[in-house]
Antibody, heavy 122, light 111 residues
């Protein structure tokens, strides 16, 4: 059973860089899956940040494109997110999620991490 | 950007009664490959989202059959045939035809 676990600092200063890691357990990251980051500001709807394939290929939400970098470390079975120049508007629960790819369930998020709360404040 | 609009935003339902949630897209969600990548997620309080239905109407293994999805093009519906206490949650539609976007969520609660 594949499980995802996000981790990283819970507090980031304004104008700083938010850095999170998602560890994949119970399965290899090097499959046809795409790995996404999704966030949920308090009381607001879910927002897709972008996705990464195990080869390092990425697709970013244009709303974040100038500030976001995603990377993959196959040896550690994990993906990472960096979001630059953060403001209070970036305060949210950040989730990693798996898109299983392929013709069966591709285009959906079938596995989610528990999420990690990140607050942007001085 | 594709905008997904859900109605209603809140749905008080009597136990055992049906509930229906609408999701309307600002553009057709039919992909060039012929698929429609519209899914439904359930988020219980304090929990991450959980996938219920993908590609409009395909129920995920283990999801009770009281949940069903339907629709086409720009209009989609999630129905719960008989609401149970464990169904209290916020339900989101999500499209993956053009990037990824989510509806604003519909809260199902017991009347």
């Amino acid at each position: 059973q594949v499980q995802l676990q996000e981790w990283g600092p819970g507090l980031v200063e304004p104008s700083g860089t938010l850095s999170l890691t998602c560890v994949v357990s119970g399965g290899s990251i090097s499959t046809i899956n795409w790995w996404s980051w999704v966030r949920q500001p308090p009381g607001k709807r879910l927002e897709w940040i972008g996705e990464i394939y195990h080869t390092g290929s990425t697709n970013y939400n244009p709303s974040f494109k100038s500030r976001v970098t995603m990377s993959v470390d196959q040896s550690k079975n994990q993906v990472s997110l960096k979001l630059n120049s953060v403001t209070a508007a970036d305060t949210a629960v950040y989730y990693c999620a798996r898109d299983p790819g392929g013709t069966y369930m591709g285009g959906s998020f079938d596995i989610w991490g528990q999420g990690t709360m990140v607050t942007v404040s001085s | 950007d594709i905008v997904l609009t859900q109605t209603p935003l809140s749905s008080p339902v009597t136990l055992g009664q049906p509930a229906s949630i609408s999701c309307r897209s600002s553009q057709s969600l039919v992909h060039s490959d012929g698929n429609t990548y519209l899914s439904w997620l359930q988020q219980r309080p304090g929990q991450p989202p959980r996938l219920l239905i993908y590609k409009i109407s395909h129920r995920v293994s283990g999801v009770p059959d009281r949940f069903s999805g339907s629709g086409a093009g720009t209009d989609f519906t999630l129905k719960i045939s008989r609401v149970e206490a464990e169904d209290v949650a916020v339900y989101y539609c999500m499209q993956a035809t053009h990037q990824r976007t989510f509806g604003q969520g519909t809260k199902v609660e017991i009347k």
